[in-house]
């Protein structure tokens, strides 16, 4: 029921709107959506949130084309204005992605103008760290440039991710105690489930963690106060954020209320199974 309601909003988005397109996939419950960038997605998504509707959103895919036999990627002219001292950070990162540099000159006092050239796929999820590297203060624009010649794989997140192997709610005890395993996207008293992405594993592998375990209570109270429980402030997504973060893996779930990250199979036989007969 809530699959066709789903088809029939954006097949109605798509009416209205000629760069949406959208195609169902074999299993039914799911659907392609095809648009201009992620920008245009996240308005998409973010306005069927605001009327109610509960969906589940995998990560960005680029289209590619076949040209004389070869496949070829969409290439974007990115243009950014950065203060000097963060114009090293900025070409490191276009240069990760696989971008060319194809211009760099000063853009006024104590400021750099740079020119690259970047490969779509590669800017999916750059925004966010382009406004850490640059304290906010960089400006970037973006302009389709050309097809160009696929140009290889693109390194991604790095780091692995911490997973609920419970049901039920936040603990203050088990969050404090977790803390060195990384950082966490939630915080105390917050409703959990098992395959629910709950933090950043400090390592690049996903870890299976217990945030709802409390602390153990006995009959001798010791003398004086019990330990206060500091825990550091959790990192919140917003939907693009999340939606840039997630691996090939995982969902990024939203409903009117909440935007969570979780597994795409929520089952942790099902996620070895998956990772077994992908080689991984």
Known sequence: MQSRVIRDRLVKEAESNVAIRVNDTETGDAFEVHGRGELQ?????????????????SRPQVLFRDI????????????????????????EKLTMRKGELAEMRPGGVGKTRIVAHVPSRG???YHGEFLTDT????VINRIFHEWAPFKGKIEGRRAGVLISMEDGESV??????????GKFFIGVQEKLYKGMIIGE????NDLE???VKGKKHSNVR??????AVVLTTPTRFSLEEAIAYIDNDELVEVTPKNIRLRKRHLDTHERKREAKSLGA
């Not at 203050?172 to 395993?181: G, I, P, T, V």
């Not at 594993?201 to 690049?204: A, D, F, I, Q, Y």
């Open 222 to 227: 010791a003398s004086g106060k019990d330990e």
């Open 201 to 204: 594993h400090s390592r690049g």
């Open 68 to 91: 004389d036999g070869q496949r070829h990627e969409p290439v974007e002219e990115v243009t950014v204005d950065v203060d000097d001292e963060y114009s090293g950070a900025v070409i």
């Open 41 to 57: 997605m996240g308005v998409l998504i973010e306005n069927m949130r605001r009327e109610g509707f509960e969906l589940s959103i």
């Open 123 to 125: 800017l999916i999820g």
């Open 135 to 138: 304290r906010g203060t960089g």
């Open 172 to 181: 203050a005890y088990a969050l404090f105690n977790l803390e060195d395993r």
């Open 209 to 211: 963690v217990n945030p």
